[in-house]
């Protein structure tokens, strides 16, 4: 019984120290802008040209509507969206030196920029 205590303890610690390494997985690059809302997070990689970026939401693990999107001046826009437990995207574009606009959006609140990393 105390062995399946100390179990949980180090699942519910591990998690967000897990949660850091596999948002750097999903987006290669280093990150360049992280747009916090009331309901999550966008947080915004670039990598010679090209632009990812990934929603995270504020409470995970349960199935909520999110997306994530990005589009390069010029373009359309790339958008995942969907009923998702943990993440968004990832979303890659190729901008070279062009500016991009990112959205991103968990439940009913959501997040735009204008034209940014120009």
Do not use: E
């Not at 105390?2 to 690059?29: E, Q």
């Amino acid at each position: 019984m105390l062995a399946a205590l100390v179990g949980s303890g180090l699942l519910v610690l591990g998690g967000p120290a897990v949660g850091s390494a596999h948002a750097a997985a999903l987006c290669s690059g280093h990150k360049v802008r992280t747009l916090s809302f009331a309901t999550g997070k966008t947080v915004v990689y670039k990598n010679n040209g090209y632009v990812c970026a990934v929603t995270y939401p504020k409470r995970g693990g349960t199935r909520q509507y999110m997306s994530v999107g990005v589009q390069a001046r010029g373009n359309r826009q790339v958008v995942d969206a969907g009923r998702f437990t943990h993440h968004a995207g990832p979303v890659t574009v190729h901008a070279g030196h062009r500016c991009v606009r990112v959205t991103g959006k968990v439940g009913s609140r959501s997040i735009a920029t204008g034209w940014i990393l120009c």
